[in-house]
C-alpha cells in the first residue's frame, strides 16, 4: 500500500495490491479523476488518461480552448456552472445570492493511519500501518472557503474510504446546499446498477437494471436510512456475476437523509456521488466555521460481488463495528415481543425466562411496554422508568431476579420519541420536532424528540444511565418507529433550519457515544420497525441490528441475501418465531427457521413453553449446536451459492478462517417431485483438506466439494415415505469438517 505523488506533473497513485485509484490536478485547477480498479504499475504521466475532445455546443473554460470544458472532464468533486452541466458534489450559496464556485488545488497532506471524523461514525485503523491517507487542499479564492478532500487506502481490500470539510476562511458567511461526501466519474457507463430496496418486513431485496442515460438515484428523505431503499449501491459489469468480473459498491457511512446518484450523460460517462440528501439539507457556515460530512466506502472487487461483499463485511467488522463485542461470540437471546406484545406481568416475564433458561438461551431480553404508563403504543415513550404496577421491583428488580435464573438481561429503549401522553411531554411540549402553527403529523401514535438540541439528548442519557447504573442490563435493543415530518427545531434560527435533519442524527450518535463509553460492555442491537435502519452508521455504535420484523424463515432468505451484499453475518439479527408466522402466517418447520436464523446473531422470539415436547427437545439441539459453531457463522466468511432472488433453492455458506469448518445452508421453498441430479458447487475451502459431510457420513477433499460439486439430489421427493421430511420449506444443514 503506497501514496505517490508525482510532483511536477501533479499526479496522485493511490495503491495496494489490488487496487489503484489515480487523480491529477486539471490545468484549470480543479482535480481530474483519471482511474479507478484494478492495480496498475505506477509511472511517471498518467496524464494521457485525460481526455479531451472538441464537442460541438459546448462551452470552453479557457477562450479559445474550444476541447477544454469540464462538462467532459472526468472529475473529483465538481462544480455545476462553470463549464459543467452535471450535477455538483458542492453548492455554496453566497452573499450576493450567487452559486458559483470554483476549487483550486492548493496543496495536499499525507497522513499514516486514518483520522477519525469528528462526532460521526467512520472506519478506523488499530495500527497507522494499516492504511494511509491523503488529504488534498482545495480553496475557492473568491470567497475564501476551503475543500479537504480525504482519501484513504486500505492495506488490504479494494477500499477507498472518503470524506470532505470544509472551513469557511473569509469573513462573509456562506451557506452550504449540496455538500457531497463524495463524488467521481467513471469513463464508461457499461454497468448494471444494483440497489437494495424494499419496505417494512421485506427490506433489502435486490433490484437490477442498467445503467442508462439520465440521473438514476436511491436516497431517503425520512430522517432515517429507511426500509425503502439502503445507503448502498453496486455497479456491476453485465458480465460479472457473483464469482467473478469487475464490480464497485458504494456505501454511506450514515444513518439519516441521503443521495445515492448515478448520472450519466450523453457520452455515456457516468458520475457517481454518495451523501447527504441535498433536498432539506443546508448548512450554514460563519467565519472560521467547519463542516464535515459523513463517510463514504468504495469497494473495488475483479472477483464479482462475493468478492466486494466479503471485503465489505471484513472491513465492516473488523474496522467500523467497534468494542467489547466486536469480536465476540454473540449471545443466544429470547426476547419477548412476539411471546406477550404489551400483555404481560413480571411473572408472566419470568416464567418465559425460565424455560428459556431451561433450553440453553443465554440472555433475556424485555421488550416495548416495560415503563411509563405504557399499556398500548399510545402511550408512555420517554418515561424510561419503570411501571411498578407491572414490575414491582423495577428494572432493577426483574434483572436480578433474570441473573439468578443463569441468564443475562437485555432491554429495549426507544430513546428518539416521545408519546403525547407522557411526562416528558407535558413538561417539556417543545422538545419535539415540529413546524411553528403548522398541522402535526403522527406516525404510531408518537412524535419525535428533538435530537438536534444537547439538553434534549442529556435528558435521555440521564434516563438510560440511571437504569443501566442500578439494574444488571447486559444488552439494549435500540429501536426508532417512526420517520420524521415537519421538520423543525424550536432551538436555531431560520437560517439554520436546514442543518436539522443532519443535526439529529448527530443528535443519535453523540447519545449512542455516550452510552457506548460509558457502558462499554453492554451490547447494543439497533432496530427501526425491523431493518428501518440497518446501515454502516448504526453498525459503528451498535455491532447488530435487528434485520426485519418478518422473522418467518422463508421470507428470511431474501432479506438476510440481500442485506450480505454489504453487511457481515455477524450484523444480522435473525431469531426463530412461532408458526403460523405473525407477519405472513406461513407454517414454516421449525428445522428451517433455525437453519436460516444461525446465519445471523440468532435468538428465539416465541414463548418457548408454548412448543410441543418435542420441539422444545430441538431448540435444546438447535441452542447447543449454535453454541459449538457461532464462531464460524459470525466471523467466518461468507459466500453465496445460489440467489433466492432467482431460484427456488437458496444456498449460502461461512467457512471458518484456518478453512477446517464449513457450513452450508441449503433451503427449497417448494418441493418439487422426481427432480433432477443436483450439485452445488462449494467456496472458500482448502483444496487440499479432507471434510467430513454430516449429512452422508462421507469424506471429500475440498477440490472435490468446490469443482466437481456436493451432491445435493432427493429425487425420492414424491414419494409416501418421504413426505415428512421432504415438504414445502424444506431445508439442510451440512456441516464439513477436516478430519
Ligand atoms: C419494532 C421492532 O422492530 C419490534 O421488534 C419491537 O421491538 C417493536 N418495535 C416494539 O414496539
Not at 526 to 554: E, H, K, N, V
Not at 607 to 613: F, G, K, S
Not at 638 to 664: C, G
Not at 713 to 720: L, N, R, S, V, Y
Request: charge should be negative; aromatic fraction near 12%; proline fraction near 4%.
Amino acid at each position: 500500500m503506497n501514496i505517490v505523488v508525482h510532483e511536477d506533473k501533479k499526479i496522485f497513485h493511490l495503491y495496494n495490491e489490488k487496487i489503484s485509484y489515480i487523480m491529477a490536478v486539471l490545468p484549470s485547477g480543479q482535480m481530474g479523476q483519471l482511474y479507478f480498479g484494478k492495480r496498475i504499475h505506477d509511472r511517471e504521466d498518467f496524464r494521457y488518461m485525460l481526455q479531451f475532445a472538441y464537442r460541438p455546443a459546448g462551452s470552453s473554460y479557457f477562450k479559445g480552448q474550444l476541447e477544454y470544458s469540464l462538462e467532459h472532464i472526468r472529475q473529483e468533486y465538481p462544480c455545476y456552472g462553470m463549464t459543467d452541466y452535471r450535477q455538483p458534489a458542492v453548492e455554496v450559496l453566497q452573499q450576493n445570492g450567487s452559486r458559483i464556485s470554483d476549487f483550486q488545488y492548493q496543496g495536499y497532506e499525507i497522513m499514516d493511519g486514518k483520522p477519525a471524523l469528528d462526532g460521526l461514525p467512520a472506519t478506523y485503523t488499530e495500527e497507522k500501518e494499516e492504511a494511509k491517507t491523503i488529504k488534498i487542499i482545495l480553496k475557492d479564492d473568491l470567497i475564501k472557503l476551503k475543500l479537504e478532500l480525504f482519501y484513504t487506502i486500505f492495506r488490504e481490500g479494494g477500499i477507498i474510504a472518503r470524506s470532505t470539510k470544509f472551513t469557511l476562511e473569509g469573513t462573509e458567511t456562506v451557506q452550504l446546499e449540496t455538500a457531497m461526501s463524495m463524488s467521481i466519474d467513471l469513463p464508461d457507463a457499461d454497468y448494471e446498477w444494483i440497489q437494495l430496496s424494499g419496505a417494512w418486513s421485506r427490506e433489502r431485496y435486490i433490484k437490477t437494471r442498467k445503467l442508462c442515460q439520465g440521473i438514476q438515484s436511491v436516497g431517503s428523505l425520512r430522517g432515517q436510512s429507511s426500509h425503502h431503499h439502503n445507503p448502498f449501491v453496486v455497479l456491476k459489469r453485465p458480465t460479472a456475476d457473483e464469482r467473478q468480473g469487475e464490480v464497485i459498491g458504494f456505501s454511506l457511512i450514515y444513518s439519516g437523509n441521503y443521495l445515492i446518484q448515478a448520472e450519466v450523460d450523453t457520452y455515456d460517462t457516468v458520475r457517481i456521488m454518495l451523501g447527504l440528501h441535498k433536498e432539506e439539507f443546508s448548512w450554514h457556515l460563519d467565519p472560521g466555521e467547519s463542516f464535515q460530512t459523513p463517510e463514504a466506502v468504495m469497494v473495488y472487487s475483479d472477483e464479482g460481488l462475493g468478492g466486494m461483499s466479503r471485503t465489505f463485511h471484513r472491513l465492516y467488522q473488523k474496522r467500523l463495528a467497534r468494542g467489547y463485542w466486536r469480536d465476540r461470540p454473540r449471545p443466544i437471546l429470547l426476547n419477548n415481543w412476539e411471546a406477550t406484545y404489551f400483555n404481560f406481568t413480571e411473572e408472566k416475564l419470568l416464567t418465559i425466562a425460565k424455560k428459556a433458561k431451561e433450553c440453553g438461551v443465554e440472555l433475556f431480553v424485555l421488550d416495548d411496554g416495560w415503563f411509563g404508563a405504557r399499556s398500548d403504543d399510545t402511550a408512555g415513550l420517554g418515561d424510561w422508568v419503570a411501571n411498578r404496577e407491572r414490575l414491582p421491583e423495577g428494572i432493577k428488580g426483574i434483572s436480578e431476579k433474570v441473573e439468578a435464573l443463569g441468564m443475562k438481561f437485555g432491554l429495549w429503549f426507544e430513546p428518539e420519541m416521545v408519546n403525547e401522553d407522557s411526562d416528558l411531554y407535558r413538561a417539556h411540549p417543545d422538545w419535539i420536532l415540529e413546524t411553528p402553527n403548522r398541522h402535526r403529523s403522527h406516525g404510531r401514535n408518537q412524535l419525535v424528540l428533538d435530537f438536534s438540541r444537547e439538553e434534549v439528548v442529556d435528558a435521555i442519557y440521564e434516563m438510560m444511565a440511571k437504569i443501566l447504573s442500578e439494574s444488571k442490563v447486559s444488552y439494549i435493543k435500540w429501536d426508532m418507529n417512526r420517520s420524521i415530518t415537519e421538520c423543525y427545531s424550536n432551538a436555531f434560527p431560520p437560517y439554520r433550519q436546514g442543518e436539522v435533519f443532519h443535526r439529529y442524527i448527530l443528535g443519535v450518535y453523540s447519545l449512542y457515544e455516550r452510552l457506548t463509553q460509558q457502558f462499554p460492555e453492554v451490547l447494543f442491537e439497533s432496530c427501526a420497525s425491523g431493518g428501518g435502519r440497518f446501515d454502516p452508521g448504526m453498525l459503528y455504535y451498535a455491532p447488530q441490528c435487528w434485520t426485519s420484523d418478518d422473522s418467518d424463515g422463508i421470507e428470511r432468505l431474501k432479506i438476510q441475501y440481500g442485506t450480505s451484499m454489504c453487511y457481515p453475518i455477524s450484523s444480522m439479527g435473525s431469531h426463530v418465531s412461532v408458526t403460523p408466522n405473525h407477519q405472513v402466517f406461513r407454517n414454516t418447520p421449525l428445522h428451517t427457521r433455525a437453519n436460516v436464523a444461525y446465519f445471523g446473531t440468532f435468538g428465539y422470539e416465541l414463548d418457548l413453553a408454548q412448543l410441543t415436547p418435542e420441539e422444545q427437545e430441538e431448540v435444546k439441539k438447535q441452542i447447543v449446536f449454535m453454541k459449538k459453531y457461532r464462531q464460524v457463522f459470525q466471523f467466518g466468511t461468507f459466500y453465496r451459492l445460489l440467489s433466492p432472488f432467482e431460484n427456488n433453492v437458496t444456498a449460502w455458506m461461512v467457512v471458518s478462517e484456518n478453512q477446517k469448518t464449513a457450513i452450508v445452508g441449503w433451503y427449497r421453498v417448494l418441493n418439487g417431485v422426481n427432480l433432477p441430479f443436483s450439485r452445488l458447487k462449494l467456496e472458500g475451502l482448502g483444496a487440499d483438506i479432507c471434510y467430513y459431510n454430516n449429512q452422508d457420513n462421507r469424506h471429500y477433499y475440498g477440490d472435490e466439494l468446490m469443482y466437481a460439486g456436493m451432491i445435493i439430489d432427493d429425487p425420492m421427493a414424491g414419494q409416501a415415505e418421504y413426505e415428512k421430511t421432504l415438504g414445502d420449506f424444506n431445508s439442510k444443514l451440512y456441516v464439513l469438517e477436516a478430519e
